[in-house]
Structure formats: C-alpha cells, structure tokens
C-alpha cells in the first residue's frame, strides 16, 4: 500500500467513511486509493465550502467526523468560512488537504502558499505528513484529536509524495476518547445555588439539546427550583418540536437580550458560554448577563451535560416531576394572498415529517418559521453557528448523507444562499431527499437594519445599492434547475403552502424560492 | 469625519477609486463613508471570492489597486483562493477587512478568528487599525505598501470602533514608489553573454509583456544575439495580437518543457523567476531549464523590464533592427458540425474586437483558442497566474470596469466556472460589457489526465465520478439567466460563430455555453 492507501484504511477502520471532496493534481494518489476502497463513500462538491459545510452537517447529525479532501492552499481557504463555523459548532472534522511534493515546496511554484500557519486559523490539530511511512500514524492522530475536549478540526497535509511513497501496512485504529464527567463538588455547588432563593437562570447547550432525557432533567430541575431555562442563541443542533420541552433562545438582538437577563441573580451554565454580543454597538454592553450575575460552570463544553443533569436533578430529589412536554400542534392558519414569513413558517410547521432535519439559514426572514416548528412534528434543528454565511443549502448534504431515512428541510435566506449555490449540484448528483427553501426578500435585509442602527438613517444609492440583491432579481427556481435540482417559485401563502406538500412529497431533492420580496 | 471616512477620502486622494464589497453588520460605517464619498465607485459582489478577483483583474489593467471591502475572518477567507492569484500575480490591491470593536474581541463572539494571521498567508503588509485618529495614515500607508517591489497585497483590519470614532481630518496623500531600473553593470553583463556564442534564452515576463516598445526591443535583441524570446508559462497581463512581436510561452507539461529548454547554455530573465514545474511527479525535474544553464538577471520582478531591455538593445547597437511582428489573420476556418475546441477558437480570433480583453481561464479546452488568438486583433490576455481555480468571471468584471470602451471576453472552464458564478450577477447590476464562453465538457478534464499520470490507468467509478461533472449537466445558459445575464448554448461550430457574433453586437453582459461534451 502506498501511504494515500494506508491513510483511507486508517480513516476506515476508525469510522471515518465518508469524504466530502474537491481534488485536484496533487491528490491523484489520495482519488485512487479512495477509488479502490469499499469502505469509504466519496461526494464530490463543486466548491471546497459546499464540502467542509457538508462535512460539518454530517458531524452535527452522527457525532463522528467525516473527512474532507481539499486541493492545496487555495482549497483550504475556500473550505474556511464553513470551517469556522464548523469550529463553532465544536463538530469533530478532518480535512485531508493535498500540498506539493516536499522536496517541490522549495521552489516556490503558482500553488505554493502557507498552508499549514492557513490551516490553524480554524483548526485544533495540525500537521504537515512528512514521510509516507508514517501517514496512517498522522491519520491515527488525526481522527484521535478530531474527537478531543468539545470536538474539533484536524487538518492533515498530505505532500504528494508521502501519498505516493510506500506506506506501512498495518493501518492504526483510532477510538474517540470518553467524555468527561463533571465532578460532585461541582454538582453539589449547582444544588446550593439551587436552594438558595435568588433567581437562577439554568443556561444549557450541547449535547444536552439533543437529549430528550436531558432536557426532561433540566426542566424538572427548572421547576423544582423555580428558576429559567434557556438555550444560547446559536446550537449546533436542537431536538425539538411538540412533545419535547421547549426551551427558549436567548435573543440575538441586544436590548432584547440584556432586558430578558437583567433580572438573573446567578447562572448555571451546562454545556454553555456565558452569553455574548454577537457585534458591538456603540455605548452598548458586550456581557449580555447582569455585571453582577454569579456564574457557575456545571458542566464545560466537552464534558458530559446530560449526565450532570441527571446527577443534578437527583440531588435535588426532583426525579418525580413531570417534564412540561410542548404540546404538538397541526393546524396552524396559512393566511391565503402575498407570502408572508408567518404564512410561511406555519405551512412548514403544519407539513413538517416527523424526524425531519431542518438545516437554518433563514436569518431576519426565518425567524418566523422557527418559532412555528417549536411545536411542530419533532425534528432536529440545526443553526448558523459562527456567523460566516453560506451554510444551509451544503449543510443539508452532510445531514441528508448522515441519515438516509430522514427528510432535510432548508430554511435559506437568499444573499447567503448564494455564497455556495454549487451545492444544489451535489443534491441532484447525490438524488439526496432535500427541500430547500429559499427565502427571497430581494435584499441583505439584516444590514437594512443595521445601516439605521449605525445611524445611516437616510441611505443614498450607494448604501442601497449595497444592501439590496434586486436590480437584477435572482430566480432561483431558474438557478435550482440549472443545476438538475426541480425548482418552483411561490409568491402566496397558498401557493407555497401546495408546493411544499408536493416536494414533501417527492423524493430527491426540490427548491421553493419564497418570494416574500413584496413585504 | 469618523475614521471610516477620513479612510475613504485617503483612499481617493490616494487614487483608489473603486472598491468591489461585501459588506456586513461590522462594515456599516465604512458603508456609510463610501455612500457620503462622491470620489469613489461601490461595485457589489455577492461573493468575495468575486470582489478579490475583480480588484486583480483593475489592477492588472490599470496598475493601481482598488479596494475590497470584506466582513471579518471569514470573508477575508472566502477572498482567499483569488487573493493568491492576485498575489502571484503581483497585483496591487487592498483588503479593507472589517473587525469586531477592539473591546468587543475578547469576548470571543461568533465571529471572532485570527484575521490577522489569516491575512497574512496572502498579504505583503497586514495591519489593525488601533485608533480612529490614526486610520487616514494605515490606509495612505496601505496604499503606499501595496505598490512597493513588484506589487502586493496590502490588508487594513478596521474595528469597528475605529470606523466609527472621530478620525483627524485631513486625509492623507500617498503616492506610487519609482519603479527601480537595473544598475550598467548588470546590462553590461547582458551584453557580454549575448555576445559570448553561448545558446541563450531570454525569458520576459512581467511589465515588458504589457509595452509593445519594450516587445520590440526584446525581438531585436533577440535577432542581434540569435537567442530565443519566451515568456513565462503564465502572466498576468500580455498585450498580443496580429502586428505585434509575438512571444511563446514555456509549456505547462513538463516533458514538453524541458524538451524546450533543454539546449540553453544561458538564461537572461526580466522581470521572470526562472521556470520550475507547476506540480511534482515522480521522478521528473523541478527547475525546467538544464542543470547546467547559467541564468543572469537583467531586471528582477519589480524591477523596470522595458528600461533595461531598451538600454540593452541600445548597448547591442541593434536599435536599427527590424522587430518581426505577428501577420494579422482574419480568416481561419471555423469548420461547422460538433463544435471542438479549435473551432471555437478560430471563430473567436476571427471576431476578436480590437483592443479588447481576454479573461483567460479556458484550461484543457481553451489552448486552442489561447493559440488562435496570437494573431488576432490586438488584444491584452489575463491569465491564471496562482493556479487557484474561480477566477475568470470574476476578473471580468474587475477588467470591465476599468476599461469601460474595452470589450472584453472570458474562456472560462466548466468546472472553475462553478466556483464563482455569483460574478454573472455582477454583470448584469453593472451592465457590463462582457462575453462570458464558457467551456462545457462535462468533466475536469485536466484530473483525468492527471489520474492516468499517477498510475490510476482503469479507474473505478468514485475516481471516475470525482473528476466528472455530468449527472446531471449543469445548464450555463439556464444559470446566467437566473442572474438576469443573456445566456445562449452552443453545440456546433456555426451556432458557436453565430452567437458570437450576436453577442459581441450587444452591450452589457451574455454567456454563451459552448457545449464540447461530445468530443
């Protein structure tokens, strides 16, 4: 085996058995020893974003990294703004990218850059392979790292050579390491808060939202000790919908945020940062907690919030209590004429498959839909992590590539959804069951917004022209059929609302571009 | 003035006068100064891969930077792949990168990274601005940085504090460095090389292939000393065509180029690095030219190529002698039926505008076209100088909008097409006079070769589905539609010449898909 062959066996035998890939040249040995593998499923991407997004979506729904192959410096880069949020996410990720021949790197030809000080922008654990011998070692590592503290990115620099040189036969296995357990002192600090009469906010995220047992235990903690439960604004993935507790956001817009916190005495946070702007505003805060709000860590990002919660709870003796489940609707009203995001988000909650996965980019025209699906058939929400937009149409291929059997449902707000369009390719190559839903407002709408708050309050044609995407208008039922996927276009709620139950419907994948531009 | 403002007006004292955005929530104060400043022209992008290819591209044609306006770490990443290219190809340009308020960074919001190190993977300067007062000199420094040697990168991180706090008011000048022109000595050593009987190449690249004087001087230089003339493999901007000194280009294959090459005793490089291999194979050579060539060099990169090349013809005494210029064709056939590769490109030499611009990222299908057009009208020729794919419709726009009278034209591969389509929206905003053609042959046609190279001589179906764009077809003339662009498809020789001919008669933007899949 050469050392490319050594490092798919590796990935392989550690359960890494997908690759999100865009090669080029210098990755001719790794496409080969892919080609003859079995045990690897390759989706190619027509852009290193739509890959590394795809990948991170596949994390988000298996809990185990799938790999990506990227081609040099210039791949990395591509793959970056969805790295970062892949970063945020905490999602367990390797990318193998491709580099020139070690002794090639010297002479400096077009592709040369710095991929390694490029790759620790984004990533926990980097290494550049330096001899073939050693490559499934480096893979071994790779994946070992990628499972370490809350998860994270491994990126593997593969020089041409050490793909192509022989590599040792036996391939290593890689095992993701346990998570840790907080400790009882810690635990027990959390039931004296508790008890102690002050208002306590119970902030919990990670693996805890994808835990219905979890968030039983939060709540009856919640109601045994009266206190707050809420989630950060932004999860990785949220199991939600009607028979499940529901469990609020803390607001993305500031005075909102701060005007529902101000009241907490103290905070326990499982899973969970303390709670941040997501920008600075002049004479505004950056903590979004009250200054003198106690904070208490139960359990850090990493370690194991579910099991804190059980503990927690059965100190407090709370077991006994019932969880208040949100109760499941289905008959939501979808007002008839112009589109309207409520119209919108209440068909989605009314049709919504049970188990689905709804992949969020909606922004400022989704919120709407979001709120309508917290009592919808129960489903996993999966939501912009990092801010770097571009995320939901190549997310939904790494959701709908990890679980076959379930639908994906793509809320995209239409000035992301054009950062990666390539990745409707890969949904018709793929015959992946996706509905995207695009959410045609005609305009960067959140930076409308944020012109005025930044007290542009008279834009003149430069401004507007800045924030708007009309002038021309986008078609994206055009744009989805260019690229083999069935796109359709609704301008009513009653419209929408027949179109969604037929690519429901469906299988393989569909568009619906909601036009909400007449709002 | 706020320190945003007091930027844009150095910006446009300086002479930068174009800015090619992506703005974000951080970026609206900067937003607000380009609105309130009559000096300067926002082109938006809807991705800023575009807005770095565009910025290239100005600057490959008028030899002064524009700005690029991107939003944190991640859209400095998205600028990336094409800030290589821009690099490489020594391109002054300007990344105004918009950051998190300085007190807001510690708090590790969303969209914190390291844009600092991130910048600097493709950067000649990087700088954070620190304090509102002093932006006007980082941006007059910026502008001075990015002229400096052979042309670079200059990237100012602007928090938002620093935009929107009160800056000084008079705006600062900055003015380009002279260009230095090489010492006697090193032109006396040029003369006795030439004159020593040695086979001698001389290698041009860089200023000398944008004067057709310094061509000229080259030529007689050429034909005085019996040496050959070559440029480099790729450049960022040759001015060619029927009535000028053609030039020959040292091949991309590496056997074809040492082949070449490997006769000359001496090499004398200006404004040229001497050739290396694009990739490594095993058991081939990096450097190109012979082991044993000795290699002079008249003027390094940044240096004044046309200077020392008129000073070395003078010092020859061949000033007299006649250049050979290329015979202008107007006739080559254009043989009807399937449409191949020569056909396109014998239609295109024939119809070529004068003066107009070639974008060139035609790849495999596009050499020929690259050869026909050596003798057509006079023309300036950008190249792929990085090897980062996704840069041909983007630098368009950046070309078109320099060169408002300039037709200009791209060859543009399928599959680097896909990465930076959001550039057909440009156009059609802009109305910019521009012919896309795209080259559509279903498949990375450079990987197939490349995996035959390295061995994978049946491959399966993964490596055949990797470097395959079919299943499904992606339909261009479909996709510049959706972005309000005219889009045509051609499938024959005389379809191709005929919609090309249309498409030249027209003003503002069309793609035509020129379908080779059949071959």
């Known amino acids: 085996m050469n050392g490319a062959e050594t490092l798919v066996q590796t990935l392989v035998d550690s359960g890494v058995t997908v690759c999100f890939a865009n090669p080029g040249t210098s990755e001719m040995h790794f496409v080969g020893a892919l080609d003859g593998n079995p045990g690897i499923r390759c989706v190619l991407c027509l852009f290193e974003g739509v890959a590394s997004a795809a990948a991170d979506g596949y994390a988000r729904m298996t809990g185990a990294p799938a790999a990506t192959l990227l081609h040099l410096g210039p791949g990395l880069a591509n793959a970056g703004a969805n790295l970062h949020n892949a970063m945020r996410a905490a999602s367990p990720l390797i990318n193998i990218v491709g580099d020139h021949a070690t002794y090639h790197r010297y002479l400096d030809a077009p592709l040369t850059s710095d991929i390694e000080g490029l790759a620790r922008t984004w990533s926990a654990w980097t290494r550049t392979a330096r ?45 993701p390491p346990p998570v840790p357990i907080p400790s009882s002192a810690c635990i027990e600090n959390a039931v004296a808060m508790l008890r102690n009469g002050k208002r306590t906010l119970l902030l919990v995220g ?18 045994a000790a009266d206190a707050d439960l809420l989630a950060p604004n932004s999860n990785a993935r949220m199991d939600r919908g009607g028979g499940r507790v529901s469990i609020s956001r803390v607001p993305y817009v500031v005075d909102e945020a701060t005007d529902m916190l101000k009241g907490f005495n103290q905070c326990i946070c499982v899973e969970a940062d303390t709670p941040v702007a997501f920008f600075a505003y002049p004479g505004k805060p950056g903590h979004l907690l009250a200054p003198d709000c106690e904070i208490h860590v139960l359990a850090h990002p990493g370690e194991d919030g579910p099991a804190a919660l059980a503990k927690l709870c059965s100190l407090l003796g709370s077991g006994h209590i019932e969880p208040r489940h949100a109760a499941r609707e289905s008959n939501r009203p979808v007002p008839p004429g112009a589109l309207s995001p409520v119209a919108l988000g209440n068909a989605l909650a009314n049709r919504l498959p049970e188990n689905s996965i709804i ?28 801010g770097a937009i571009g995320i939901g149409l190549p997310m939904a291929i790494g959701a709908a590539v990890a679980c076959p059997g379930r639908k994906v449902i793509v809320l995209q707000a239409d000035g992301s959804g054009m950062y990666t369009n390539q990745a409707l390719w890969t949904y018709a190559r793929e015959k992946l069951d996706i509905v995207a839903i695009v959410l045609s407002n005609g305009s960067y709408a959140s930076l409308r917004r944020e012109l005025h708050n ?54 393989g994948p569909s568009l619906i571009e909601a036009n909400l531009s007449s709002l």
């Open 131 to 175: 001899d073939a011998r050693m490559v499934a070692g480096d893979a071994a590592e790779a994946v070992r790292r990628a499972y370490e503290g809350r998860g994270g990115i491994s990126t593997l620099i593969l020089p041409a050579d050490t793909a192509w040189g022989a590599g040792q036969d036996a391939a290593m296995l890689s095992q």
């Open 206 to 223: 990670g693996r805890a939202l994808r835990s219905a047992d979890a968030l039983d235990d939060a709540d009856r903690i919640a109601q």
């Open 359 to 386: 992949c969020d980019e909606g922004l400022t025209a989704g919120m709407a839909a979001t709120a309508a699906t917290a009592t919808a058939a129960p489903h996993s929400l999966l939501q912009l992590t990092g």
């Open 454 to 507: 930044v007290g542009v309050l008279n834009p003149g044609p430069k401004a507007l022209g800045m924030t708007s995407l009309g002038d021309p208008d986008i078609d994206w039922a055009l744009m989805a059929r260019s690229m083999g996927v069935h796109g359709e276009k609704a301008e009513t709620g009653e419209a929408f609302d027949r179109l969604l139950a037929e690519a429901l419907d469906r299988s």
